[in-house]
């Protein structure tokens, strides 16, 4: 497969069903709590691959909008994957584990700043998702600054859900986008 010629709706398909995927091991693994278990980290493994997918994919699909602001949205989402690996491979310390991936959702954060824009530009995608990827945006990158300064309340688990919508529109929405040029974003 040539990786030039990968269609808009091909990738909306694949970062969508690869987004629901992490959406649903994340809370096997997270929720109630994180436990160092060979399930935990084989499933992290499995997201950090996914993640790198989703990044990917997310730049053929938003490439046509800022070629340059998509290979930095998709970067930042690589390296977060990067970083999550890092905190990986100290979860045997989860007060290490969560303080590597604490900074790492900083990056996320960012990325989520990207794609919102990307998406808020794009003429195939509606704007209330990018809408919902900036409130994602500002809640990890508040709860680094307020990891920073020592507290340990969480914005992000109440802002997160811009990223499980957009996967659910790439999905049933998405997957329809044919050309640029004659595409509805309802």
Known sequence: MNMKNISLSKAALTAGISLVIMTILSFMIFFPSLQATPFSVSGIVIIIILDIIVALALYFL???VNKN?????SACRIIYAVIFSIALYNISDLAVFNSIWDFGLSIF???LLFLGFL???SKYIPKWIALLLFIGAFGYITDSIIMCLGYTFSIGMFTFFGEPVFALWLIFKGRKISSID???IS
């Open 62 to 64: 938003l490439r046509t």
């Open 69 to 73: 602001l998509s290979l930095i949205m």
């Open 109 to 111: 954060g960012i990325h």
């Open 119 to 121: 998406v808020y530009n």
């Open 182 to 184: 004659n595409v509805s």
